[in-house]
């Protein structure tokens, strides 16, 4: 009868869309239960994103989001490699998820282990194909505790957060030609006429961790006095913040100063730099190599251990 369902189109739901909820339902379990992140899934007009995945760090939801296309069942880990699996994909899709404003990670289900892997889609990852692109999802990238460094990573080099509103109102720094032009071309923020006091108070405070630090630790544990001029200079560009507690001033980087400390540890080496400043420089681009290895940033890399299991841990 036209116009009618017929009985089998009602009730007809097959293994592959039974697998497919499976996966999601168990990526959904994962993100919440292993990286204590939020899930939230698209169920409408999906065109290749299947879910939005956002980070959680301090009991709070940060704004960083995440892309995530689902790919669940046995027929996705076909093409076994030493260290992994490949996906192959068309070239439409390829083009969608580089061009996608939030960066996307490619999720392989197996459903019958209930394990998950992932892989981040990006251009220094694929490989073209005479029919399309591949690339290999590691098996050592499983979707758990383990992913919570280098998925943060991911969202700190897409998007930097900024101070919650209220802090902002409360600490406007004035608009000064430096200020301003650190702001036009962010996000390269890494000044190179910047004077070596100020980066080596920068890249002092890096060392520390994410936690404040007094001037009286930073001059009596590492021999660093920053003048007032200096403190200002990097108060306007942004990058610390500085502020009284009881008797002393308190410094921290701000999340603008870790970019700029990640930028500065990626530098190439000057011809100019010689004996002890030479060797600080081949550590730093050392140092810098591992991160981008590991997928980890400055903070991941100098942050204490309860730092790290406040932004990747169990949280109330």
């Keep these: ?112 282990n209930k394990v998950a892997y992932w892989g981040h889609i990006e251009a220094g990852q694929v490989n073209l194909t005479s029919d399309g692109w591949k690339i290999v999802i590691l098996d050592r990238q499983r979707l758990d505790a383990t992913a919570c460094g280098p998925l943060s990573a991911i969202c700190a080099r897409t998007r930097q957060p900024t101070r919650p509103i209220a802090s902002t109102l409360q600490h406007q720094p004035q608009v000064t030609t430096a200020s301003a032009a650190a702001r036009s071309t962010s996000p390269g923020l890494r000044n190179p006429l910047l004077p070596a006091a100020q980066r080596m108070a920068l890249l002092t405070l890096m060392s520390i961790g994410k936690r404040p630090a007094s001037s009286r630790e930073l001059q009596d544990r590492y021999g660093l006095a920053i003048l007032k001029r200096d403190r200002d200079a990097l108060t306007d560009l942004g990058l610390i913040d500085v502020r009284k507690s009881g008797p002393r001033l308190v410094l921290e980087l701000t999340d603008r100063g870790w970019e700029w400390c990640a930028q500065e540890l990626g530098a190439p080496q000057e011809p100019r730099l010689k004996n002890a400043n030479a060797a600080l420089s081949a550590v730093s681009i050392g140092i810098d190599r591992y991160m981008r290895r590991n997928m980890l940033t400055p903070a991941d890399l100098f942050a204490d251990d309860d730092r790290r299991r406040d932004e990747c841990g169990p949280q109330d």
């Design 1 to 112: 009868m036209s116009g009618v369902l017929e009985h089998t189109e009602l009730v007809h739901f097959d293994q592959r869309q039974l697998t497919a909820r499976l996966g999601v339902a168990l990526v959904d379990q994962f993100v919440h239960e292993h990286l204590q992140w939020i899930f939230r899934e698209q169920p409408v007009s999906d065109v290749g994103i299947d879910a939005i995945i956002e980070q959680r760090a301090g009991g709070r939801a940060t704004g960083r989001l995440i892309g995530a296309q689902i790919k669940s069942g046995s027929s996705w880990f076909r093409e076994r490699t030493p260290d992994g699996w490949v996906y192959r994909g068309i070239s439409d899709h390829l083009d969608y998820w580089l061009g996608y404003e939030l960066p996307v990670l490619l999720v392989l289900v197996d459903v019958d």
